[in-house]
C-alpha cells in the first residue's frame, strides 16, 4: 500500500504518527481512505477546490499542482505531506 509520510507539523492530526499506510490507486483515492483513519488530518490537506495551496505534495519525489487528486499512484508509492517553510 502507498505510504503518507507526515511531517512533524501535521503530526498532531494523526495521533502522532510519522506516516500510515492507505489504500489506493489515486491520490483522491488514498486521501478518501485516510479520513476514516485520521480525518483531521485529511481536512488540512484537502479543501472544497482540492488540494489546499498552502501545502505541497509529492509522490515519489515528484511535487504535484492542485489538480493532483487524479494522480495514480503505486502500491509501492511514498506520499509526502510538505508543509509552507518559515521564515524571512
Known amino acids: 500500500m502507498p505510504i503518507i509520510h ?6 498532531t492530526f494523526c ?3 510519522d506516516s500510515v499506510e492507505v489504500a489506493g490507486t489515486t491520490l483522491r483515492e488514498v486521501f478518501r481512505n485516510l479520513e476514516s483513519i485520521c480525518p ?3 481536512t488540512q490537506i484537502i479543501s472544497s477546490e482540492g488540494l489546499r495551496s498552502d501545502l505541497a505534495v509529492a509522490i515519489d519525489g515528484s511535487i504535484l ?3 493532483g487528486l487524479t494522480e495514480t499512484v503505486d ?4 506520499i509526502y505531506l510538505v508543509p509552507p517553510l518559515g521564515g524571512g
Do not use: G, H, M, W
Not at 507526515?6 to 503530526?11: D, E, F, M, T, Y
Not at 502500491?75 to 511514498?78: F, I, N
Open 6 to 11: 507526515i511531517p512533524n507539523a501535521l503530526q
Open 15 to 17: 495521533e502522532k504518527r
Open 40 to 42: 483531521e488530518l485529511t
Open 65 to 67: 499542482d492542485s489538480r
Open 75 to 78: 502500491t509501492d508509492s511514498d
